[in-house]
């Protein structure tokens, strides 16, 4: 059997091409372990594979969020000065903050926020997303509710992407972002196919942020039990409130520590 890395392409004599290394055949021998090329086998050459990693980057993009809203969320505008927020709330929303770059410099295991809607923890999770595609990493940041929407339009006629297409490429994506989880219905269907997604990352140890405005105890235990592992997943809840609340705040209501906070 051959064994191949990409230091390993050995050029192929078909005509020139644009590619130095397959000549435009888009294939060469993989090295055998003596160094001698294997002419029974032939593998993808490396401008195909590039070329489909940046084709399925691409498909990922177009199933993401951060398409849209996400795209504009980053550590840089996240706000830690917040008006109305008590000692323990700011201080606890600055551990969250840390928590995120972090883990955007090193994805490693699984990261679980809980909170209110509004208390910053999409803004985090898109953060992640929008630093690490910064860095030229794959990544999908996507809301619960459209990820099943997505797999069940592959269903479509109209679809370009088949069910399975997608559905593998969602568990093994590098670093899978879910957000809103638990605000989706609750389908025999769509608890499977979240399960299924969230188990075989498990298995695999895939890096993985996940947002929730549910407690643990609200989620399927086949999930919930995986979410809350410590060898993998850290939970962190943030206990900031709906930052809507800051602009409700009149400033004759705020305490005098929080005037001088400001």
């Not at 593998?43 to 590039?50: D, G, L, T, W």
């Not at 093994?172 to 196919?193: H, V």
């Not at 105890?217 to 919930?224: G, N, T």
Request: proline share 5%; charged share 25%.
């Amino acid at each position: 059997m051959g064994t191949w890395s990409g230091a390993e392409e050995l050029e192929d004599t078909s005509p020139s091409s644009n590619c130095p290394i397959c000549k435009g055949t888009g294939f060469v021998h993989p090295l055998l372990a003596s160094g001698k090329p294997d002419y029974g086998q032939v593998i993808a050459c490396r401008c195909v594979r590039e070329e489909i990693e940046k084709e399925r980057q691409a498909r990922l993009q177009r199933y993401s969020g951060l398409a849209k809203l996400h795209s504009t969320m980053t550590f840089a505008n996240f706000d830690l000065k917040r008006v109305n927020l008590l000692p323990e709330q700011r201080q606890n929303l600055e551990m969250a903050f840390d928590l995120a770059v972090n883990f955007a410099q090193s994805p490693d295991g699984w990261v679980v926020f809980e909170g209110v809607n509004g208390c910053g923890k999409t803004h985090l999770a898109a953060a992640i997303a929008n630093y690490r595609l910064q860095a030229g990493k794959t990544v999908l940041f996507v809301v619960v509710p459209d990820l099943l929407d997505h797999l069940r339009y592959t269903f479509s006629p109209e679809s370009k992407v088949s069910y399975d297409q997608l559905f593998e490429e969602v568990k093994n994506t590098p670093l899978l972002i879910l957000d809103d989880f638990g605000e989706q219905s609750t389908t025999p269907w769509a608890q499977e196919k979240l399960y299924q997604v969230i188990n075989y990352r498990y298995n695999a140890r895939l890096a993985t942020v996940i947002t929730t405005c549910c407690s643990l105890d609200e989620i399927e235990s086949r999930v919930s039990s995986r979410l809350v592992d410590p060898k993998i997943s850290l939970v962190f809840a943030i206990i900031a409130p709906d930052y809507r609340s800051d602009r409700r705040a009149s400033p004759k209501k705020m305490s005098r520590r929080t005037r001088k906070e400001r």
